[in-house]
């Protein structure tokens, strides 16, 4: 319905441009099957991550950078976010950004936590008559 | 008269908005984002729904993985080892998480054939379009079924919301919570997957040409997946 007044408004030549775009989203198989391929040997070498058991830095360091290549493969291929117009992807994608706020205050937040919980009930139950 | 006038004065308007700028300049930005209506252009409703409504489930898988953080952070006892709360003895060799690989694994897979299920949709290929589909919401089953007999192995083990026998007593609860609201969508995305695989089945798309439900189904599917590529980082690997 929509797409029928606008191609009333718009030259036939670009009408017809703007519904293969439309309608369209289409791509060559081969695209999909190398993102799935590729998405198979980025959970392949995160799960190796933890078979051979890098420890510290390094394996957080290994496994954010396969998640969130995995993730940006999903979205921008899978889900055709890489072929929508400016407007929708920053609709969508700018405001998980504020997650990053509730991240950081939250690693706070349980930092203080913890150290308060060392401080007064790791000593409370090392007590012997219990704290209480 | 009248009518045509305004419209050839619209005419312009509606040029610059739809062809002459690039999709993904910043002009293109501003002249959607400014227009009286109809921001999200070329994008069928549904599909702009759809994307609204996983941007909110965004944050509601958010919140709980921002809990878990903060739980496992804030505690402390010792959190218990995923990978070998998640082990299996399979032919005789004990290998550190591997349910979960291959968990990970069927659910990509799920993807891909969604994603090509998207692509013949569009296509007007009503068969392969239909076999895909069955066949990602085939997967995705496997996959809740795994999920099942993990849940029964950890349950049968003594995990509960309240504790557990390695540590941390918060891993109950955020794993419960976690794979839980996960295994529910995608339980949702096989049924939902099913009625619109035997819609297309049935020929009810080739008859109103409305295959982009098919995309949108996909979209929430691909969603799903997605989410697990945040919890098996997050919460099997760390």
């Not at chain 1, 400016?86 to 950004?97: K, M, T």
Request: hydrophobic letters at 50%; charged letters at 10%; aromatic letters at 16%.
């Amino acid at each position: 319905m929509d797409r029928a007044t606008h191609a009333t408004q718009t030259p036939p030549a670009q009408a017809a441009n703007a519904d293969v775009h439309d309608v369209g989203q289409q791509h060559p198989i081969s695209v999909y099957l190398k993102i799935w391929g590729l998405l198979f040997v980025l959970s392949l070498m995160s799960y190796l991550v933890d078979f051979f058991g890098f420890q510290g830095l390094f394996r957080w360091s290994l496994i954010l950078t396969f998640m969130f290549l995995k993730a940006g493969l999903i979205v921008s291929v899978f889900m055709h976010m890489m072929w929508e117009r400016l407007a929708l992807i920053y609709a969508i994608l700018v405001p998980p950004l504020c997650l990053i706020v509730l991240v950081s205050l939250m690693t706070l937040e349980s930092d203080y936590t913890f150290w308060t919980r060392i401080l007064f009930f790791e000593t409370e139950t090392a007590l012997p008559t219990g704290g209480h | 008269m009248s009518d045509r006038l305004i419209d050839m004065t619209q005419t312009p308007l509606t040029h610059t908005d739809h062809a002459v700028t690039a999709p993904h300049s910043l002009e293109s930005l501003v002249s959607d984002w400014s227009t009286d209506q109809e921001v999200f252009k070329k994008v069928q409703w549904g599909k702009a729904m759809m994307w609204i409504f996983l941007l909110s489930d965004t944050f509601i898988f958010s919140c709980f993985l921002t809990s878990y953080m903060t739980v496992r952070a804030s505690t402390t006892v010792s959190w218990p080892n995923p990978s070998e709360v998640f082990a299996l003895t399979l032919f005789g060799q004990h290998i550190p998480l591997i349910l979960i690989a291959i968990m990970t694994f069927v659910l990509i897979s799920s993807s891909g054939t969604m994603a090509m299920a998207v692509n013949f949709g569009y296509r007007h290929n009503r068969k392969a379009t239909a076999a895909l589909m069955f066949a990602t919401a085939l997967l995705g089953a496997a996959f809740v079924s795994m999920q099942a007999f993990e849940w029964t192995k950890l349950i049968l083990e003594g995990v509960r919301p309240w504790g557990n026998p390695w540590g941390a007593p918060q891993f109950g609860a955020t794993f419960f919570m976690i794979t839980g609201f996960h295994g529910l969508h995608v339980s949702i995305g096989v049924i939902y997957l099913s009625i619109i695989a035997t819609r297309v089945l049935n020929g009810v798309y080739d008859r109103n040409g409305k295959y982009e439900v098919v995309e949108i189904a996909g979209l929430y599917w691909h969603f799903v997946d997605l989410v697990w590529v945040f919890i098996f980082a997050l919460f099997y690997l760390w």
